[in-house]
């Protein structure tokens, strides 16, 4: 079996330490005390650093190095994190990613100017100290036994015990023995087994923690001792210790005194296992949920085909067959949730360049990071919110002197959140600007002819027009936005995952957009209903109510397609219609009450089957401009059922609703 390339496991782990670092540093930005995430950066850089050398990124590795030694000052008190130095830890972040991701396309100048910049913040100290360290001052230095034995398999895995040694003698001045008293004959011998230890006696001004980090790749499987040692204390082998300007040679195969057996680590000492995990190719994630969906419609087959059976062995195992597929599909969806955590924080860093730009102080603030989701939808969101954000940082939140004058703080805010409602989450981005301007909007949508010249809308009527394809209220073009195209983005992006968008707003009270998400963009459960002779699936996640369609109704109201549910008016669609179905209607109709967001309305049905569990196929590129749709499944008898696009019935619902009442 071919392993995987260590390239690009390295660049997978790379992005993951880079996002860690990114978030760090924002952190300290607005806590230049807190010592957590001046470490967090610290420990991912020198991660970074040893990983890209040893596996063959030996310019993100000196790059990297760079930055480490001024975070390294850091942590002594000798530099403060300032916001210029985080500027440039940022820059140097965006850099190291390039030369991990695309070394070819990396720009010589532009990381020769970091460094400048590093240097004139941090002093030359910061970017000349070579990749090893420095000698440090007598009186802060403490010695230190350090005892290591790797894995047998270490070499296997790619590790080099010479790199861990180099790094340990640049911490200090060392003494190296290698330990011997496991080496077998040389019959026995395996060349790709590690069979040496080694002792060290190290003295360095660098903590405890420093030479821990040496080994935190291989600390779970390696045998290390690290005990402080006196001055005057005697080295506890009887070799010659090696001079530490030498590399230790491989021991010759001799009989000789053997050097006392590495303890294992004590347990303070020593770093715990990490929980046990793997990681999965999202692509088998992709292909692991695609052959649950095809045994989930397998499964509503079997059913359907021992129905009116009457052997109950048969339905015994059928049922059981039922139970443990639905446990798979519960499991592989829990598979593919991961935390909005993920999603959230790539905007910390982009409302800090943004607010920059725009000469704006914002605070952002988050709740719920914790709220799971599927991660296609994770992926696919990033770029509704990043436009959804940028609008609140450009026409949303005044400007400071603005605010102060309206009796607000300098400083705007802009808050995300999410939420679990059922079986959907909500998500929600709120800002306390100056809102959304009413009759600027009512005068660009009668400008663009959206909208008759004084049509009554209510304000969430109103507000949705801001998705519309080219409208934009800004009265002037910037380089974040004006151009009318990225609240249409938005629509389209959040549509197409099945999705609703609400739009709140208070004069001067900021505005408030809430995404309304299904947890899954694979299986739903669903309402199985019958319009003529055709069979169709609700969202169950959108269904309130099912009620019988009132015979009166047919008789005196012909013409006004609403019905009275407990007091409240709910307009109705004829299905029937809508699809045009020949077939003669069922002589006693049923009506489907769905809602999205505060909107209701009627579906008119001949038949409601039950509930489905849906596995969501695709529609296909021809059929890709049909409404009322947003996909289709597979049914137990081999036929196709089409899965209602609820957001789009219900607009066409409350349209048909404002013709009636204009009439």
């Not at 911490?171 to 087994?193: H, K, N, Q, S």
Request: glycine fraction near 8%.
């Amino acid at each position: 079996m071919t392993g995987a390339d260590p390239g690009q496991v390295f660049r997978e782990e790379a992005a993951e330490l880079l996002a860690d670092l990114e978030s760090a540093l924002l952190h300290l930005e607005q806590n230049p005390t807190d010592r957590e995430p001046l470490d967090t950066a610290f420990r991912a850089l020198h991660t970074i650093k040893g990983s890209g050398s040893m596996f063959g990124f030996e310019a993100a590795a000196s790059f990297t190095h760079h930055l480490e030694s001024a975070f390294d000052r850091m942590r002594k008190g000798e530099l403060a994190a300032t916001t210029a130095m985080i500027g440039i830890a940022l820059a140097a972040k965006d850099h190291i990613r390039i030369l991990i991701d695309d070394p070819a396309s990396a720009d010589t100048a532009v990381g020769d100017g970091i460094l400048a910049r590093l240097a004139d913040q941090s002093g030359s100290a910061a970017v000349s100290a070579p990749l090893h360290g420095e000698r440090d001052d007598e009186e802060s230095r403490a010695t230190w036994r350090v005892r290591f034995r790797l894995a047998p398999d270490a070499l296997e895995r790619g590790t080099n015990p010479l790199l861990l040694l180099d790094e340990l003698r640049g911490l200090g001045e060392a003494e190296i023995v290698a330990l011997t008293d496991d080496v077998p004959p040389l019959e026995e011998l395996d060349p790709t087994r590690c069979h040496i230890g080694w002792e060290l006696i190290l003295t360095t001004s660098h903590p405890r923690s420093t030479i821990e980090d040496v080994f935190i790749f291989v600390i779970d499987e390696t045998e290390l001792t690290i005990e402080p040692v006196s001055a005057t204390s005697e080295p506890g082998v009887e070799q010659e210790p090696v001079p530490a300007e030498m590399p230790v040679p491989v021991p010759a195969m001799v009989a000789g005194p053997a050097a006392p057996k590495a303890e294992p680590v004590p347990e303070k000492g020593r770093a715990q296992p990490a929980a046990n995990s793997i990681r999965v190719p999202a692509e088998r994630l992709d292909d692991l949920m695609d052959q649950v969906g095809e045994l989930v419609i397998a499964h509503a087959r079997l059913k359907q085909l021992i129905a009116d059976s009457v052997d109950l062995q048969i339905k015994s195992v059928t049922e059981e067959i039922e139970r443990l597929s639905n446990g798979l599909r519960d499991i592989t969806m829990g598979i593919r949730m991961v935390p909005v955590d993920s999603l959230f924080g790539r905007f910390r860093r982009l409302v800090r360049d943004l607010s920059q730009e725009l000469g704006k102080d914002v605070l952002l603030t988050m709740s719920g990071e914790e709220t799971e989701l599927d991660k296609t939808m994770i992926e696919r969101l990033n770029d509704p919110l990043v436009h959804i954000i940028r609008n609140s940082l450009d026409h949303g939140l005044e400007p400071a002197a603005e605010r102060v004058a309206a009796g607000k703080a300098p400083q705007g805010r802009i808050h995300l959140s999410a939420r679990h409602a059922g079986t959907r989450v909500l998500m929600t981005i709120r800002d306390d600007g100056r809102g959304l301007d009413r009759e600027r909007i009512r005068a660009k949508a009668e400008e663009q002819e959206l909208i008759p010249p004084g049509a009554k809308l209510s304000d969430a009527e109103l507000f949705q027009l801001i998705f519309h394809p080219g409208f934009s209220t800004a009265r002037a073009l910037t380089s974040v936005s004006g151009r009318g195209i990225g609240m249409d983005v938005v629509k389209r992006t959040i549509d197409g995952l099945r999705g609703t968008i609400e739009v709140s707003s208070l004069p001067g009270g900021g505005t408030e957009i809430t995404l309304g998400l299904p947890l899954t963009l694979a299986i739903i459960d669903g309402l199985l209903v019958r319009v003529g002779q055709g069979r169709y699936v609700i969202p169950l996640f959108a269904v309130e109510e099912c009620v019988e369609l009132p015979a009166d109704v047919e008789r005196r109201h012909a013409n006004r397609n609403f019905l009275n549910i407990r007091g409240a008016l709910v307009p109705f669609l004829r299905l029937r219609d809508s699809f045009a179905v020949r077939h003669p209607p069922d002589p006693y109709q049923k009506i489907v009450i769905i809602s999205s967001g505060d909107k209701r309305v009627g579906l008119v049905v001949d038949q409601v089957l039950g509930d489905h569990q849906t596995v969501i196929k695709s529609m296909s590129k021809l059929h890709a401009d049909v409404a009322n749709f947003s996909g289709a499944t597979i049914l137990g008898d081999g036929s196709v059922a089409l899965i209602l696009d609820i957001a789009q019935i219900v607009a066409a619902g409350q349209t048909q609703e404002l013709r009636r009442e204009a009439c």
